[in-house]
């Protein structure tokens, strides 16, 4: 959004149209006024951002120098002391294994993602309301998806139920050992995000002009071979962004762990972990530096992405 | 691209993590003084609860009506909040905080000053007053608790006769063999952790002071090993590990349901949970909806006894105080004596009355019948045991550590309960250390 909307209003009133003789240079005034209506418009939408994105982020760097208890009027600057205690205590960053069971989960979900996309990309019948029903989980709020699943996994609940129609009577309790909790959980995340993926593979395969399919049909390919040879490079950018998304968001899980098990089990993630240091044990500051910290492993881990598979153009024809 | 996802999640993680930074000097030492004249007094005054239940339905407003009768002139307006101690906590950043409010857990003793007006001081509060020393800071009490607790097992009576059991366990070996009876001789689960829904978890710390019956058992926390041998907590941690460990508990803990487990004690299907007197009500009225019997509903103390008596704390549950920045104090403090003094909210709630002189409810009777010890903690070192659970991060009012104590027990989690006691216990001494003693 902030790549985009700034350029595009900015540049609008500068084309003139194609054909129509070059105007005279309008007055000073009317310049002014030009330059400064972009700006205006800007005016609602970056005071928000402001306020709610850039001024929290500043408060909360101020935070992580001090020793603040999240209430108490008294805070004292303690320097680097935060990320000294942060980098000290290894146990703080053991949660990031957790992580992995969701970076495993987003493999598998862009996975069906780019799957359904594809085949919903043809002319196959119901495919409206196959785009729905994929598309669907992702509208509704992580909170109640969180309860739903509860009762999903309950003892004799939806799953073991489903089972047992098919005969299976496990009796296993889904989120009863760390591991059998963070595969489940995972899975909760990959029922929620696929949709997020199959849209955004959806728009681009969407995006490859038509005529390539037919002249590929011409020449003999095959699904697998269109797939391959026009699908796959025209989606690149997309698939890009959104394994950037599944690692950040897989070291960033916070909504549905925290819900449905609130980190108990082996499932508590850096960010529960986070906000259980600002407020169970009112370490605010500390809290805050762990914040900082998980930002800047964030930015870091997208950088190298982006350094091993650079962004370049895609050029099909 | 890559820009717009970080800062979606920079964006996240500080809506997340901050306050607002009001954290200007408050005015400093304020009384909120009882009003002389009832009929007097005026104002609106705006009182947060936590009781999101009793605004919904009415019943803090039938409060408020019966209380329009001594204070005419003074207008009570509810504003109940579903996350009590987060939500408080935030607002308190400013000085727009109800003019009643209940004391939230995360406000240091000594900061009380700056955030509520006196009620007058601890030697003519402490006559008339149970709890007082909980708020007490320099001579003077900053809130009052409507109701006292007292932790205890509730349980299903007709199920434990079915199993054979008619007497209270008096030690833990005991209530363990009798909750085995239960799960040979009944169809009802022993004993239900509502591990899911975690706060019941951290009653289990209210065990401290019921083993020993010692009113000092809070100072014992601040300045000794809370899992030594043999004392409270490790006694008490010792019987919850037991009971899940030896298949006492729920088949599954992570998916329990705490509405579900209320009519289902009144059922009959689950035998036994660890909660307080003040559940007792919320059970009974589970039983009446669930077309069960009210009075199968039992109350027990902890089992151990000392020279041949149980011992059971009562306790303060939320304490209300009045803003300092109230510009209505006088009507903010006839709201709170007359909802302790007269409000009939303790007998509503079959609670301890606030009031010293007071009798038993009864819920307790069976209590008095069995001679059981009704003692209060000393809170002096109150605050110290606060700041060395925050510092050492176990978390004794928390439910985490007794989340993995469980999870330990059952097999979910690699260890023993000797050294998972005794990581505890080094956390808990460096953070003592720290904190300087």
Known sequence: ?317 | MSRRTVLAIAAGAALVLTACTGTGAASKGADAKAPDDPAKVSGTIKVLTQRTDLVQDGTMKKYAAAFNRTYPKVKVEFEALTNYEADVKIRMNTENYGDVLMIPGVVKKSDYPRFFASLGTRAERAEKYRFTDFTTVDGKVYGQSPIGVAPGFVYNKKVWREAGVTKWPTTPAEFLSDLKAIKSRTDAVPYYTNFAAQWPLTSWTFVNGSVGCDTGATTKLAEGDPWAKGSDLRVGDTLLYDIVHQGLAEKDPTTTNWELSKPRLAKGKIATQWLGTWAVVQFRDAAKKAGANPDDIGFMPFPAQVDGKFCAVVGPDYNQAVNVHSKHKEAARAWIDWFTDKSGYDRDNLAISPLKSAPLPDVLKPYEEQGVKLIELDDTEGARVKAIDDQSEVGINKPDYRQDLVDLARGARKGSLDSFLAGLSGKWTEARKTLGS
């Open chain 1, 1 to 317: 959004m902030t790549d985009t909307t700034p350029k595009a209003p900015e540049r609008a009133p500068a084309q003139p149209p194609p054909d129509a003789p070059l105007p005279a240079p309008a007055p000073r005034g009317a310049r002014v006024r030009r330059g400064l209506t972009p700006w205006l418009f800007l005016l609602v939408p970056l005071a928000f951002l402001i306020t709610f994105t850039y001024a929290p982020i500043v408060n909360m760097l101020a935070y992580s120098f001090t020793d603040w208890d999240g209430l108490s009027p008294e805070l004292h600057y303690t320097g680097i002391g935060n990320y000294t205690e942060l980098f000290t205590r290894p146990d703080l960053f053991e949660v990031f294994w957790v992580s992995g069971y969701y970076l495993a989960a987003s493999v598998v979900q862009i996975a069906v993602a780019l799957y359904f996309a594809t085949i919903l990309s043809f002319d196959v019948r119901f495919r409206n309301l196959f785009k729905g029903v994929l598309f669907f989980p992702y509208l509704i709020n992580g909170v109640a998806i969180g309860f739903v699943f509860l009762y999903f996994f309950q003892d004799g609940g939806t799953l073991d139920s489903v089972l047992a129609l098919f005969g299976v009577h496990s009796g296993h309790a889904w989120l009863g050992t760390p591991v059998s909790a963070n595969v489940s959980l995972a899975g909760v995340s990959v029922w929620r995000y696929t949709g997020l993926n199959f849209v955004l593979f959806l728009g681009a395969i969407q995006s490859i002009p038509g005529e390539l399919y037919e002249a590929a049909e011409l020449d003999g390919a095959g699904r697998w071979q269109q797939f391959r040879h026009i699908i796959a490079p025209g989606i690149r950018p997309v698939l890009s962004l959104s394994v950037i998304l599944s690692v950040s968001g897989s070291l960033s899980v916070f909504e549905i762990p925290y819900v449905m098990t609130g980190g108990a089990t082996g499932t508590e993630t850096f960010v529960i972990q986070t906000v259980k240091l600002a407020f169970q044990f009112n370490k605010t500051g500390l809290a805050s530096a762990a914040a900082v910290v998980l930002l800047l492993i964030i930015l870091l881990v997208t950088w190298i992405q982006r350094r091993l598979v650079p962004d370049d153009k895609v050029d099909l024809v």
